[in-house]
């Protein structure tokens, strides 16, 4: 990757277009500054997004040490050219090489060393005409389509646009099929409309955009477990079943061979469901999952009219892979298309081990991120509000994306990427249900439930309790309680005396 010094080169040639020709000042320490960048309009491809970008920024020159270029001169140009290319980085660490360089014992062994660096390189690289560009598909197979085919109409009995109970009792409660939330089930899009449905959940069980970890099971593990998902929710007395109409939706088809054909129905399904008048809720599945998700809203709501609050332990900005999509690279891939613009991209509970590279290119494409750095240097209700201020800033509408790996392992161990040191269900609940009832929230997605890892029931009971805390909040702003931080005087405070007024505290 390019130096943190050379990005900013890059960068500041290009800055008199962009400041009326007023020099920047070089970075220095630990905190570079970056070009202000005009906003990005809606649709536009973002600028600088392919900085750092592998295949796309040409091998920066290596600043080769004296010692090393005094091994190297005797070897051919070819070869010294090659060192100094900055290629090397491909196959390994300019350390590294310049360790082994100094480290031969002759210049035929130097000589053979740069030559099988130069070979794996070779090697390493696209070969068009000998190395396959796409996966092959049995075009020809009778079954090509019936993975995703709607089955039509005709063929199930005659039955009007509606909901459908799953249980044969009155009282029905975990006396039917498991839905998600204990709901009823809808179908069609007239089903939605017909039942004037407010949030329909969806199950995309997609997991080869992470290796096959388990995620594919994380659906089915919420609607079995149910837990967590009905009642009265303790800070708003709110019951979310009782001031919304909740369906469970069924499953989008998924082929686990193919991530990229799987993510074009979970994007037709989200938008027919937001196209129906209701709210999306997508249960994954792996994090590839975001980038049909919001790629659905900017169809529904237009490119770059939707903002995006991003919670995970991971930045998911990976690009540059042989695969265009998978789990760590949803975020590039929708900027990449103009769906969202990166001023209106926001990350929380960030912990993951990236290099500086990473965090520069956010700050440079204009990205907003708050790691637990953040939350360890100012606390967690100081980095909340911040978050929750910037979401609601720039955009009409907002998707919530919610990795469970956000959550620290001891409350979530069952996902397929874990890092400690996350947030706890304390701080997770009330940002979600915060969000849903003072933001314009047009939909969320809950990603990276992996039940198999987990022995315990912990893992699928939080990740129901964030659904759940969401669907609070979106209950909450269907009745006009969006003030900041609300929270009910009944279940708050137990009104026996003034307590918290005499401690000269907030009420």
């Not at 090509?144 to 089955?151: I, P």
């Not at 069980?205 to 994380?218: E, N, Q, T, V």
């Not at 490119?303 to 949803?330: A, M, Y």
């Not at 209700?381 to 609601?392: D, F, H, T, W």
């Amino acid at each position: 990757m390019r130096t943190r010094l050379a990005l900013m080169a890059a960068a500041s040639l290009m800055l008199p277009l962009l400041a009326g020709g007023h020099a920047v000042a070089a970075p220095t320490g630990d905190t570079p500054s970056f070009p202000k960048v005009p906003p990005t309009r809606p649709g536009e491809i973002p600028r600088y997004i392919d900085a750092y970008t592998p295949g796309i920024m040409k091998p920066e020159p290596l600043d080769v040490p004296a010692d090393v270029m005094e091994r190297l001169k005797g070897l051919p140009a070819e070869k010294i050219d090659f060192i100094k290319s900055g290629k090397s980085e491909a196959v390994l660490s300019s350390k590294q090489l310049f360790k082994q360089i100094n480290e031969t014992s002759s210049q035929q062994e130097l000589a053979q060393y740069v030559d099988t660096v130069m070979t794996v390189y070779e090697q390493v690289q696209f070969h068009k005409g000998v190395d396959a560009e796409t996966i092959p598909l049995d075009t020809k197979s009778p079954r090509f389509n019936d993975w995703h085919l709607r089955r039509p109409a005709e063929l199930d009995p005659p039955r009007k646009p509606g909901l459908i109970d799953t249980s044969r009792y009155v009282r029905g409660y975990g006396s039917g099929l498991p839905t998600f939330a204990g709901s009823q089930i809808a179908l069609t899009p007239e089903d939605l409309k017909a039942g004037k449905v407010d949030v329909a959940i969806l199950g995309a069980p997609l997991d080869m955009g992470s290796g096959w970890r388990d995620a594919r099971h994380g659906p089915n593990a919420m609607r079995v477990m149910r837990d967590g998902t009905g009642g009265t929710e303790v800070s708003s007395m709110i019951s979310p079943s009782e001031e919304l109409k909740i369906v469970d939706y069924g499953n989008a088809a998924i082929d686990q061979n193919s991530t990229e054909r799987s993510v074009q129905e979970v994007r037709r399904m989200v938008g027919e469901v937001a196209r129906a008048g209701a709210i999306p809720v997508v249960i994954g599945g792996d994090h590839s999952l975001e980038y049909p998700d919001v790629a659905a809203m900017a169809d529904v709501y237009g490119k770059g009219q939707v903002g995006v609050i991003h919670f995970d332990s991971h930045l998911d900005t990976g690009r540059g892979r042989i695969h265009l999509l998978d789990h760590g690279q949803p975020i590039y891939r929708a900027m990449k298309e103009g769906h969202i613009r990166p001023e209106n991209y926001i990350q929380v509970g960030i912990k993951a081990h990236y290099s500086k590279d990473y965090y520069e290119w956010e700050r440079l494409i204009g990205m907003r991120y708050h790691t637990m750095a953040e939350v360890e240097k100012h606390g967690w209700p100081a980095v909340m509000e911040r978050a929750i201020q910037e979401a609601k800033k720039n955009t009409k509408y907002l998707w919530i994306s919610f990795d469970v790996d956000v959550l620290d392992p001891a409350f979530e161990p069952g996902t397929g990427t874990p890092v400690a040191g996350g947030l706890t269900m304390r701080e997770a609940i009330p940002i979600m249900r915060r969000l849903c009832a003072e933001a314009n929230v047009v939909g969320f997605d809950v990603v990276e439930l992996a039940p198999s890892l987990d022995p315990t029931y912990r893992s699928a009971l939080n990740a129901n309790t964030i659904m759940f805390s969401c669907l609070t909040g979106l209950a909450m702003h269907k009745k006009g309680i969006t003030q900041a931080n609300y929270f009910s005087p009944l279940s708050s405070e137990h009104g026996q005396d003034n307590y918290y007024a005499t401690k000269g505290t907030k009420q």
